[in-house]
């Protein structure tokens, strides 16, 4: 027969389940793409457990990948016809400019705003409205500094075009860099997307460009920190 539970006992499965609570809201859950990356690392730890450089270097570039993949929870903003940052980083370029050729969206001039992704950001994507995927485009191409004007232009990027409820067209540019060299787009066309739902992530350094209705109220400012799925770039009108 199984013992009643003690009181010392239940405060102790309380406190627990108090610590397992913190840790899950303290840390972040890692991207599914990262996970490979860091079974390398511990993989490499593991074969060098005799010698201790060997393993330190393993569990160092198994906790650097964890940090990098890091898939933070975020909580969009409720209020309707807003755009959101669809990456975390630093807003670079607010411009009018023409839309992405590779989309073949109506040949209007739109804003562009685009964000800046250092190492130390978590890469993941995330849809700037809330709509169906219209089209996925994936451009091959260099992988010249993302922080430079001609990156938008020249480097490997894929592009995914939203439509919302309202018929308002936004896209959305993953945009490769100087060392980012992997883009990943799990969404596909047709898809139904939530306001800041993750659909993509670039590894290692890397650059997004939002592109919605040039007559939008912009509310950053460049050189301002975004917070994907939860700063609001601008609003539609």
């Not at 010698?51 to 906790?63: H, I, M, P, Q, S």
């Not at 592009?159 to 980012?180: C, E, H």
Request: charged share 20%; hydrophobic share 45%.
């Amino acid at each position: 027969m199984a013992r009643p539970a003690r009181p010392a006992d239940a405060a102790n499965e309380s406190e627990m389940s108090r610590f397992v609570s913190l840790v899950r809201s303290t840390v972040p859950p890692v991207h599914p793409a990262g996970l490979p990356f860091i079974a390398g690392g511990l993989g490499v730890a593991a074969a060098g457990r005799k010698y201790g450089w060997l393993r330190n270097t393993g569990l160092t570039a198994a906790a650097a990948c964890a940090l990098f993949f890091r898939h933070p929870p975020r909580v969009p903003p409720t209020r309707p016809g807003v755009v959101v940052a669809p990456a975390d980083g630093r807003v670079t370029l607010i411009e009018r400019v023409r839309p992405p050729s590779q989309l073949n969206m109506p040949d209007v001039p739109m804003t562009r705003i685009s964000i800046f992704l250092s190492v130390f950001d978590a890469h993941v994507q995330r849809a700037p409205v809330e709509g169906e995927v219209v089209t996925i485009k994936y451009r091959p191409g260099q992988f010249v500094s993302a922080e430079r004007d001609q990156a938008s232009e020249v480097n490997e990027c894929n592009s995914v075009w939203f439509r919302t409820a309202q018929g308002i067209d936004v896209a959305a540019v993953q945009i490769a860099g100087l060392v980012a060299r992997r883009i990943v787009c799990t969404a596909h066309i047709g898809d139904k997307v939530a306001l800041g739902e993750t659909y993509g992530l670039i590894r290692f350094g890397s650059r997004l460009d939002t592109y919605l209705p040039a007559n939008s109220r912009v509310l950053v400012e460049i050189g301002q920190r975004a917070v994907a799925g939860e700063t609001v770039l601008a609003e539609l009108v």
